[in-house]
């Protein structure tokens, strides 16, 4: 197998150009805000200058001469408004320009030098492993930083032209908005889909952009707060979607647009739910009942698509001269369709819910009562189909319903592709320490927005991860979440930089000997972290033998296996 038939490289051509000379569209600017001062001084002295005619010179024309330079002083005085806007926005342009042109430049030099470098290790690996002229395989032709530094450099093209094509739209739209289209800007480049950049790419999109989307989907609604039209500027325009999930977005900011702009409970805000629910459900900041609203729109409608995919399923397919069961797809699909009818019933409550992006966090509890909010982590294997079933909610569903006062509120969550077993350099290996650092920057910023809840904002906040969540939850930590109480349940190791936060209280919590303390030799676990206050029960054994695994699993489940710890997390989160 040859490089070629498995990695696609990054190449030169993958660099888009730059559409306009940033320095130009600054020379615009400065020329367009030159010229404010001048108007709006000439406007103002034909009125002075003319309009004591009557005093001077008096006929019938004179009175109707007077009062047509009435208009003049506010018209120049608009116009100035108007053109200091178009400078401000020709100004923010050429800055996103000059930064790309940065970045261009950059990486017109760093690619040639990485192919180079490639080409050169790929002869020596040949001479070594391959002096006849055979194919390698591709392992040997790439070492993991080669894989790593292309996808990078892939990422990097693909983010400028994003940044390209946002930033001409978001000029347009607001050129548009002054006096309707007054500047020619150059066509825009055609990103690959946002969704597909890496760690250099979405998240360090400008919060000014994800600002520009947000006013959008406003004006969009229009004073008649049409729905269908904000479903329709989503339509045309999918990637503004994957700037928003990408979550990177201010909270407190997205708190203050809803809260003033939207405006709760408005005709605009119900528009917004139905029209952009994959929006409003995904946003930090935005408060739970919106949030909840908006992802019951989203469920329902992937109820009906689940619907019509069982309708299309059969029992049986032919392969060949056999029948093959469908019973394991006709069962998956049956399940998500019990437990989304559950979601459209009000019976369950989505703070996060999309499908596509496998992004899915359950709330459970009355949030507007909440004085216990409690974030749980699920461990390594968690996916969309776990909540069907409800185990992965045991922990949380237990803890909510023993607090008979109604003042608990925890959120079971994932938020996307959620931590596999495999080997560290893989995407979402639970050995990864870089896909649990970009989690857990996410789980911040979630911990962020339920800060910016007015009805959580003085809730006591506890943290409790299973297993691989546990490095997702310290990762939070390091990222800035801050939690009252963090509670492990055989959790796995923690993020590197993580120390334990001054007043915040770690239990740790495990049956016997469990499969997780394999790595206390090679990692730093809560099990060997002497911020942790240590709990460790009783295993059920078979002639003295623990089952190392099934204790794994069993102190995440629901009380009737695991009845002892659950008890100890409640009266240690409520003493």
Known sequence: ?????????????????????????????????ASVDGVADAGRDVVRRWGGLGEVYETPETATAVASLAPVDDAA?????????????????????EQQKREIDQLHREIPGFLAGLRSFQRAQREQFAPDGEDLPSHLLFDPSHLVYND????????????????????????GAVSGPTTSLPPASVPAPLSTLGPTGIATLDDRVTAAILDALVRAAGTDADADAVAALLAAHPDYLDVLAAGTADPAAVA??????VVPGSALAAALITGASLAVGGLNGIPAPARVA??????ARRLAEARAELEDTPAYIHQGRALRSNASERTALEAEIAYLERVAAGERSLSLYDPRRERIIEMIGDPSRAAYSITYVPGTGTDMASYYSGGVQSVAQYLVEQDTTGRSVAFVYTDGPWASWGLPFQETSNANRDFARDEGAQLARFEDGLRSDAQL???????????????VLSSAEVAGAEYD????????WLQDGWSAREGTDYAHHQYGFDAINYLNPFYDTPQESSAFVQHEYTPSSFLGIQNELD???????????????????????HE
């Open 1 to 33: 197998m040859t490089a070629g038939a498995t990695i696609a490289l990054v190449g030169v051509s993958m660099i888009p150009d730059l559409p306009a000379d940033p320095a130009s569209i600054a020379a615009a600017a400065t020329a367009v805000r």
């Open 77 to 97: 005085a608009e116009w100035a408004t108007a053109a200091t806007a178009i400078a401000r926005t020709l100004e923010d342009y050429a800055e996103i320009l």
């Open 152 to 175: 990078d450099l892939r990422a990097r093209c693909q983010h400028v032209a994003a940044m390209l094509d946002i930033a001409a739209e978001t000029c347009r739209s607001d050129l």
């Open 256 to 261: 203050a647009w809803w809260e003033s702009d």
């Open 294 to 299: 908006a992802n019951r729109e989203t469920a």
């Open 457 to 471: 904002a003085s809730a006591t906040r506890v943290g409790i991860a299973h297993s691989a969540g546990m490095s």
């Open 485 to 492: 109480q963090v509670k492990s349940l055989a959790g796995s």
């Open 551 to 573: 204790n794994h699993v069993r102190v995440a489940e629901g009380p009737r296996r695991n009845s002892e710890v659950l008890r100890d997390l409640y009266r240690e989160i």
